[in-house]
């Protein structure tokens, strides 16, 4: 996988005209674009179409967070895997049967329609969230101890990989050797951090085992986003060595 490959540009705009505007501008500096629900609660399933269509040398990622039972969130995989998305994201802390039949039925699906294979991305803990939300949400456990608990449901449910922050990557890189670590929270340095609370530079992110990172508002609110891209790009590139 190139650096650019490596990077994916949160398209979280509010309809298709400013998506594809993005879009345009991103094409060539980075490698993956993702979809995720102020754009598609906005636009629906014609935007995907449409951001493919435009740009086939970008994979679609599909960043819906399904959370429900799982004959519901297999629906939902079904109707994704025939937009050719390459990934779509599961909240882990339904546990390993609602992962598994996630991750089954995204093979399934993606052979038959002939796409490509839609990996299913188990959202361990929101880089959102740090010890206070989690205690509020309910658990006594750190995001730490429940990220490494989620990653393990996500390697022994077959899920394609898993949404992390760059501060739990040393502890579960090991335990995750083949599954897409996939990271949001990245901030360059210097960057406003916003509501994000467990966050990591792209070079630290890279080098603790992260496979792709996610990035949004510092790259969509940059003056020139392409070149912010490219500033990314460059990072992950050094870190790799
Ligand atoms: O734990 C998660 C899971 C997903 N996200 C998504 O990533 C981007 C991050 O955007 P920034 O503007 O760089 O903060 C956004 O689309 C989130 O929905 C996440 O941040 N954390």
Redesign the pocket.
Known sequence: MTPRERLIV?L?VPDEAKALDLAGRLAGHVGML?I?LELFVAEGPAVVRKVKERHPELDIFL?L?LHDIPNTMQGAIRSAAKLGARFI?VHAGSGVAHLRACAEQAREASAAAGHGELGVLA?T????QDEQACREAGHTRSPAELVAMRAQCAVEAGCAGL?C?GQELEAIAPATPSLFRVV???RPAGSAV?D?KRVMTPGKAIAAGATHL?????I?NADDPAAAADAIVAEIAAALG
């Open positions: 949160a979280d993702k995720g960043d967070k994201t959202v803990v929101l880089t959102s949404v922050s949001p929270g990245i916003g994000q996610v990035v949004g508002r510092p969509r």
